[in-house]
């Protein structure tokens, strides 16, 4: 089975740091992109980055609002996908999910999530 | 890329015929996906490269345009087709996703 499984959520203090990490099963994760998205409490959903494969060397894709802050990596050997995220802001508090491009052509949208982890900035 | 989801919400009805539409800022050819998206659970990926339907997903949905305007529609509202609808585009960086369209039951 196809499956996306985000861990590391939690409450953490303005400027403080937390890492997320998203395990990935059911299908050859190497060969494959992979976004991380995120949703405000009530709010819409928010593309926060993503990071290529091996043949495009890790190259990484940032939104305008975490680019500095945050990192996305990943562990091919262990079929995981992570986002370092640094000086939290308040306005990061959401829904963070990891999700899958159908396709590593333009456009693949993204036919895998996860469940997602929950994100509290608060001091 | 700013996408716009027109309306913001909508009642309708069992067995109704839904349209949902996104415009995007500037031409994003065929680039663009539709989500359905229910309360406490990840987006459904419904619709992508504008009209070409995931696997698995019912036939009733359906999606059409290209260049800066997209419409997403339901043949016959099922009962399981309440929820909110995303377009998003995939055209360039950043990815963008609209507002959103929730779909309430009249």
């Known amino acids: 089975e196809v499956q996306l499984m985000e861990s590391g959520g939690g409450l953490v203090q303005p400027g403080g740091s937390l890492r997320l990490s998203c395990a990935a099963s059911?299908?050859?994760?190497?060969?494959?992109?992979m976004d991380w998205v995120r949703q405000a409490p009530g709010k819409g959903l928010e593309w926060v980055g993503r990071i290529r494969n091996k043949a495009k060397s890790y190259t990484t894709e940032y939104a305008a609002s975490v680019k500095g802050r945050f990192t996305i990596s990943r562990d091919d050997s262990k079929n995981s996908l992570y986002l370092q995220m640094n000086s939290l802001k308040t306005d990061d508090t959401a829904v963070y999910y990891c999700?899958?491009?159908?396709?590593?052509?333009?456009?693949?949208?993204?036919?895998?999530w996860g469940q997602g982890t929950v994100v509290t900035v608060s001091s | 890329i700013q996408l716009t989801q027109s309306p913001s919400s909508l009642s309708a009805s069992v067995g109704d015929r839904v349209t949902i539409t996104c415009r995007a800022s500037q031409g994003i050819s065929n680039y663009l996906a539709w989500y359905q998206q229910k309360p406490g659970k990840a987006p459904k990926l419904l619709i992508y490269t504008a009209s070409t339907l995931q696997s698995g997903v019912p036939s009733r949905f359906s999606g059409s345009g290209s260049g800066t305007d997209f419409t997403l529609t339901i043949s016959s509202l099922q009962p399981e087709d309440f929820a909110t609808y995303f377009c998003?585009?995939?055209?360039?960086?950043?990815?963008?996703f609209g507002q959103g369209t929730k779909l309430e039951i009249k």
């Open positions: 999700a899958h491009p159908h396709t590593i052509a333009w456009g693949g949208a993204f036919d895998i």
């Open positions: 059911g299908f050859t994760f190497n060969d494959h992109y």
């Open positions: 998003q585009h995939l055209d360039s960086y950043p990815v963008t």
